[in-house]
Nanobody, 127 residues
Framework: QVQLVESGGGSVQAGGSVRLSCAAS????????MYWFRQAPGKERERVAA???????SYADSVKGRFTISKDNAKNSLYLQMNSLKPEDTALYSC?????????????????????WGQGTQVTVSS
């Protein structure tokens, strides 16, 4: 079983930057995909970014060009660098991990289905 612990959230003014970290432990060798999700009050959970075992990254349109996901395999850590923050980025950010999904053609990809979740860290952006 994988345990995930986020850190780095806080309050920042619009236009500022925040870097989130996620430390993974226990069964990390089984991880194919790592994610950052976020959920704002009254809104559905949104997948912000994902990074696959092979390093392929994907982003929600709302954060492309502003957020960067990265990982350090040696440290079993995941990061999210968030720049040019906007008030609408305010949310609880959660780290998650899962296995690859596979298409009928055998192509592996990171779906929205994560198996393990962290508790989340709050990011608040003020205007």
């Amino acid at each position: 079983q994988v345990q995930l612990v986020e850190s780095g959230g806080g309050s920042v003014q619009a236009g500022g930057s925040v870097r989130l970290s996620c430390a993974a432990s226990g069964g990390t060798g089984s991880i194919d995909c790592m994610y950052w999700f976020r959920q704002a009050p009254g809104k559905e959970r949104e997948r912000v970014a994902a990074i696959a075992r092979n390093g392929r990254e994907s982003y929600a349109d709302s954060v492309k060009g502003r957020f960067t996901i990265s990982k350090d395999n040696a440290k079993n850590s995941l990061y999210l660098q968030m720049n040019s923050l906007k008030p609408e980025d305010t949310a609880l950010y959660s780290c998650a991990s899962g296995r690859y999904s596979q298409t009928s053609f055998g192509v592996r990809y990171c779906s929205d289905s994560a198996r393990y979740w962290g508790q989340g860290t709050q990011v608040t952006v003020s205007s």
